[in-house]
């Protein structure tokens, strides 16, 4: 988790400030302390944001106990976690599906996903990822205020 989940991280944050819900990004593939990209940091930049001190951390390490959703960028993401996480008792969702818990079931394939900008390496990828996650995200805010009591 370098590119997409920790730039929605902080956007969320950003865009929730205040407001009762926290946000943490994790990794599905177990890979710990890896720095976001270049390129995601830029666009976190571009929105007066900071990513610089973002390290990955493994899905598996965290206590998900208190948290209400966990949102993947993308079906597989969604699937993966599903299946990884059999002890999570919250909501799962697509960014690209705003407010859908996919937990209690429903067609995550309907929901637009976030392509991985990393493989490509352009910066009009990581653009294009960034106003996508900004767009999602602002979908999600009242969903999000909905579990905070707001």
Not at 29 to 52: H, K, M, N, W
Not at 59 to 80: A, S
Request: one cysteine or more; proline letters at 5%.
């Amino acid at each position: 988790n370098t590119c997409r989940s920790p730039l929605a991280e902080v956007v969320a944050a950003a865009k929730l400030r205040d407001t009762g819900p926290s946000y943490a990004t994790t990794d599905l593939i177990i890979v710990y302390g890896v720095p976001s990209t270049a390129e995601s940091c830029d666009q976190a930049v571009e929105r007066g944001l900071d990513l610089f001190r973002h390290r990955s951390q493994p899905t598996d390490k965290l206590d998900l106990r208190d948290v209400t959703w966990v949102i993947g960028m993308t079906v597989d993401h969604v699937r993966r976690f599903k299946c990884d996480r059999l002890d999570y008792r919250g909501r799962v969702g697509l960014l690209g599906l705003p407010g859908v818990d996919l937990a209690k079931g429903g067609d995550p394939f309907a929901g637009e996903q976030v392509d991985d900008p990393y493989r490509r390496g352009t910066v009009t990828a990581y653009e294009a990822m960034a106003e996508q996650i900004d767009r999602l995200v602002d979908a999600w805010v009242p969903h999000l205020l909905e579990g905070a009591g707001a």
